[in-house]
């Protein structure tokens, strides 16, 4: 799960939870906050919409991370649709409820062949750097104007490191490579998959949404 800071090493939490021993821990990850069902497989949220996403979510962000607390979640990524302006609120009422916090943010990336249709994309910052990406990236596509509404990100501003500290999600059918997929063009696909893994290293993971649709 990526953090929105650099991870250090707790050596004390061992011996809050034997499982987790000294293992690499976000700073925010309070000893409290820590109990033996975490190694357990869980479902976690990594595609929430907040308010801030204006016309592509409505669920606000402190009843979010209630509901999640009463719930027993110990952690939400926040994703909204080309910004990350409620990051601030959401990364420190998460903590203060004992919640982790993944900082993310849903992009729309250019589509060459039709600018009106963008693709999807699902970056989470795994380090401090990833949030300096992700800053550059927004800022990049609200300064250049390329879309009326919310800007969009040109692919090649991945080139060179532009994604560094970033974990990418496919976008799942929505993406370049769900919709090369969808569309059989196995070769494209192919060459997409390998664009992708050079633009994140270690750090693309082709996404499926199980949502009960033919797509």
């Excluded at 927004?138 to 969009?152: E, H, I, S, V, Y």
Aim: charge should be neutral; hydrophobic fraction near 40%.
């Amino acid at each position: 799960i990526p953090f929105l800071h650099e991870r250090r090493r707790y050596p004390d939490i061992g011996a809050h939870d034997g499982a987790l021993g000294s293992e690499p821990l976000a700073p925010f990850l309070h000893p409290y906050s820590l109990s033996t069902h975490m190694t357990d497989p869980r479902f976690i949220h990594l595609r929430f919409h907040s308010e801030y996403s204006i016309t592509d979510g409505i669920v606000r962000v402190d009843p979010m991370i209630h509901a999640v607390e009463k719930s027993g979640g110990v952690a939400i990524g926040i994703c909204d649709l080309m910004n990350i302006f409620g990051g601030l609120r959401f990364y420190t009422h998460a903590l203060a409820a004992g919640i982790k916090p993944i900082l993310g943010c849903d992009l729309k990336v250019m589509n060459p062949k039709d600018l009106k249709k963008p693709y999807r994309l699902g970056v989470y910052c795994m380090n401090h750097e990833g949030y300096h990406s992700l800053c550059v990236l927004l800022t990049k596509a609200f300064l250049t104007k390329n879309d009326a509404a919310r800007g969009l990100i040109d692919p090649a501003w991945f080139d060179n490191g532009g994604g560094k500290g970033l974990i990418c999600l496919s976008g799942a059918s929505q993406g370049e490579l769900g919709q090369l997929l969808l569309s059989k063009r196995w070769a494209l696909a192919e060459e997409a998959l390998e664009r992708y893994k050079a633009w994140f290293p270690d750090c693309f993971y082709v996404e499926l949404q199980r949502a009960g649709r033919p797509s």
